[in-house]
């Protein structure tokens, strides 16, 4: 064989690689990019899983390894046990067939979307960003396109908010990942000024949660004493979580004072004094739902109560409990269980628990845990990504105890336990290797071509 024949066909190969690796960029960035619309069949079906789910077997054909990392293991068996207890407590409630089809769909659809984020996304970082840049992109266009109700009272923190935030984080990624820590950090907080601005808390918390865990707020050393411990060393780690949650607490006690002051506007005050009225503080009156799931996990620890499970009791006990406990029922927020009797839970752990039993509330413990060891990891060895990941991370903790599981959060949470299970495996490149790169989310490496799929 030639020089010339080597050359041609090491040419054709590289042609085959380039032209795989753009289709997976071009799906990538539609699957994100269809998160503004949602299709209605016998349930929801978001835009991203339409797009994304078709390619699957092609995907997983190609990288059969990426979806069998073991860290990624546990999560699948945790979750085919998640709907052997769904399936149970459906059975034994007499579940409607609707509901029932619905509740299997929404595991069945978060196990593909995995696979299919796995497959695609998997040690690749840039592409990573360009999934959630896409992502970012379609929430903001879905408020134009196809508002939902929630999106239409309140379209800055149903609708407009998540999506400007992620490109927020992604621009401050560009800047920390060439340790340009000022300007990364001024635009974090320039967001969580914005989100206090509109009164929307759990953002603007996270927000400066992520501030004080990535960037060098302290100084290292007060001449020749050493302040901080050895960075990457667990007593840092250690340090940083004791000053992170000091400064959430004085962070929330101070929102509470400026809204309860009046100064972000007359709602913002009416909602926080209906909140902080009760016995139990602001968190329990913005989040009164956990007084009622956890009284229907005791009453039925080890099966659920069904899928969609409907109670009209547990409804009624929720109103009762807010106004025993001094909370003002009249200034509570609307929730949709009021009108469909579904059991109040708004968590992702205790509405899994409640409909599906133990089996639902492991494989919520089990993200937990691994959200909480990823969010250190980056502590210790923050990758380029650190400002993206660790928002996100620290949200789905948040999501995890006080949010619904909700259908743009099927392919959002798929999209991070493929993070966690490349920061687990080392495979997201730290900044200290990356300081003098440019980052690939921004720009395409002209020399090399698209990067191999």
């Known amino acids: 064989m030639t020089a010339a024949t080597r050359t041609l066909i090491r040419h054709r190969k590289s042609s085959s690689r380039d032209a795989a690796s753009l289709a997976a960029d071009f ?15 016998v349930g929801d079906l978001p835009g991203s899983e339409l797009v994304l789910i ?19 293991r546990p999560v699948f068996l945790l979750m085919g046990l998640w709907l052997l207890g769904q399936v149970i407590s459906d059975t034994y409630r007499h579940t409607e067939i609707t509901d029932w089809l619905r509740g299997d769909a929404r595991i069945v659809f978060f196990f593909l979307d995995t696979i299919g984020l796995a497959s695609l996304l998997a040690r690749n970082e840039r592409r990573k960003g360009l999934f959630i840049f896409a992502y970012a992109v379609g929430t903001i266009l879905q408020v134009k396109i196809q508002p939902t109700p929630y999106m239409q009272v309140a379209p800055w923190k149903f609708g407009y908010s998540y999506g400007v935030t992620l490109l927020a984080t992604l621009a401050s990624c560009y800047f920390y990942a060439r340790r340009r820590y000022r300007s990364a950090s001024v635009i974090l907080l320039g967001m969580a000024a914005l989100h206090l601005i509109m009164n929307f808390r759990s953002p603007m ?7 004080f865990i990535l960037f060098p ?9 050493r302040i901080l411990p050895q960075q990457g060393s667990l007593a840092r780690a250690f340090m940083l979580v004791v000053l992170v949650l000091t400064a959430g607490g004085l962070a929330g006690i101070a929102l509470s004072r400026i809204a309860g002051a009046g100064f972000l506007g007359e709602q913002a005050q009416l909602k926080q004094q209906a909140q902080s009225s009760g016995k139990f503080g602001v968190l329990i009156g913005g989040r009164s739902e956990i007084l009622v799931s956890a009284r229907a996990v005791l009453d039925s620890p080890i099966l659920g109560h069904g899928s969609y499970a409907k109670d009209m009791r547990y409804v009624e006990m929720l109103n009762d409990l807010r106004i025993t406990y001094g909370y003002s029922d009249e200034e509570a927020e609307v929730d949709d269980a009021d009108e469909s009797a579904l059991i109040p839970t708004h968590s992702h752990l205790m509405g899994a628990w409640v409909e599906a039993g133990i089996l639902g509330a492991v494989v ?18 923050p990758p380029a990504l650190a400002p993206l990941y660790s928002f996100m991370l620290i949200g789905t903790v948040w999501s995890v105890l006080f949010s619904p ?9 798929a999209f991070l336990l493929v993070v966690m299970s490349d920061l687990s495996q080392g495979s ?16 395409v490496d002209a ?7």
Do not use: D, N
């Not at 918390?205 to 501030?211: A, S």
């Not at 707020?217 to 004493?225: C, D």
């Not at 020399?447 to 799929?453: A, E, K, L, N, T």
């Open 405 to 413: 599981f909700g259908l743009t959060g099927r392919i959002l949470l």
């Open 364 to 381: 919520w413990c089990y993200i937990l845990l691994l959200t909480m060891k990823s969010i250190l990891k980056i502590t210790l060895h």
């Open 428 to 443: 997201s490149p730290s900044v200290l290797r990356r300081a003098r790169q440019s980052v690939r989310v921004f720009r």
């Open 447 to 453: 020399r090399r071509g698209w990067v191999r799929i």
């Open 217 to 225: 707020i302290l100084p290292e050393r007060i001449g020749r004493h």
């Open 54 to 72: 078709p390619f699957i077997p092609i995907l997983f054909a190609l990288h059969p390894e990426r979806v069998s990392q073991k860290s990624l």
């Open 27 to 41: 799906l990538c960035f539609l699957t994100g990019l269809a998160s503004c619309f949602v299709f209605h069949l």
């Open 205 to 211: 918390l996270i927000l400066l949660i992520t501030v």
